[in-house]
């Protein structure tokens, strides 16, 4: 006799091609991340013990393995079935990122930077380094800090940019309380890197700040 969890994996795949993504709720396209790494178990029950524990679906996938491990019933192929789904998100948003100018495609630059940075538990600082007709060169994180801080030094910024011969910059780092409001250091650091990168024909397009809450601009808000 087949274990009850059969028939209702194979309506909750049909279910999802036939409607797509957006009929599933969260715990059941985890669910359906689950299976492989699952065969043999009914994956409802972690899927949600996995979104109690961090939120969303966004948060799961997003999540350190470390933190991950803690939750009863993950072990390695859990991690890595939900790591391989953050990493797939990731090379689609870069490569939407990438196939046209990127101060003409805003929307994917915040689309890349949300699923790279927003539920990371650290405060990573990432470049985007863009050439003289703004398409992108190189994604790099120059630095990985604390709960609230990562360390910055606006000419290791300016270096890796002659580095790379690109002609301008968007910074982007995250907020992990979850608020994207920049603080004085963030508008100092951002002013300062502007500051030293300008003589070098470098130009500074924006600093963005994002959180699980949003984003902010400072350049949108006027701060340089």
Avoid at 13 to 25: H, K, V
Avoid at 153 to 173: C, D, F, Q
């Amino acid at each position: 006799m087949e274990p009850h969890f059969v028939g209702h994996r194979a309506r909750l795949r049909t279910r999802f091609l036939e409607s797509g993504p957006d009929a599933l709720a969260d715990y059941e396209l985890l669910e359906l991340v689950l299976f492989r790494a699952l065969p043999r178990q009914d994956t409802k029950p972690l899927a949600k013990a996995l979104l109690a524990r961090f939120g969303s679906f966004a948060e799961v996938v997003s999540a350190p393995p470390p933190r991950l491990a803690e939750v009863e019933g993950v072990g390695e192929a859990v991690v890595a079935e939900l790591k391989l789904v953050q990493a797939a998100a990731l090379r689609l948003a870069k490569g939407e990122l990438k196939a046209r100018p990127v101060l003409s495609s805003w929307s994917q630059v915040l689309d890349f930077c949300r699923t790279a940075m927003a539920f990371a538990d650290r405060e990573e600082f990432r470049i985007l380094f863009l050439d003289k007709r703004n398409q992108l060169i190189a994604d790099e994180v120059l630095s990985r800090g604390t709960v609230d801080h990562t360390p910055v030094y606006p000419r290791e910024v300016v270096k890796r940019a002659l580095e790379l011969s690109a002609t301008a910059l968007i910074l982007v780092h995250n907020h992990p309380s979850g608020d994207p409001t920049p603080s004085s250091a963030d508008v100092q650091m951002t002013r300062r890197i502007a500051e030293v990168a300008a003589p070098l024909g470098i130009a500074l397009h924006d600093h963005l700040i994002i959180g699980k809450n949003g984003h902010a601009s400072l350049k949108g808000l006027g701060l340089i």
